[in-house]
């Protein structure tokens, strides 16, 4: 399955086996049509007005969800969702950062100085499941050779941010 893809489906995807179907949904459409490309289906993309999100239903045919379990596949709101079972991180990272993450500026204040000096840094944020951020974490600090980062609380238990 194509790594960019992935990220989309770790993401938004959930799958509801009483419907045999794999439910995207997202205020932006353009990830769902991404996915519906990908996967060749005719289903629409249906606006739902009282949340101001986009859906996507596709059938059981568009995925295999024993292929999804096999790259380690859990629900969304998992208590542990593992980093998928792959080894081309970088499209899978740019899928999931696409829709949970951010690049922000911050401004620190160095009050150690006699006068209080203001920097602006830009800061790389990253949101979701604990053990799947941290994986995250592991494969950026050892990519780019630098040392990892403390995860953030969030206000769930099993959420974090790397930031």
Known sequence: MNPYILGILWSIG???PTEKVFILRHKDKYFLEKVKDYVGSEAAVRKQVNQGKYIIKLGQYCFDIDELCQ?????RNSRDRPYPNINEHQDFIRGYFEIHGRISKVQLRDRRRSRTQIQVQTRLRIYGNQTLVQAINEIISFELGIPTKKLEKTSTEHSKVLG
């Open 71 to 75: 790259y380690g596949w859990t629900e």
């Open 14 to 16: 959930y799958y509801e």
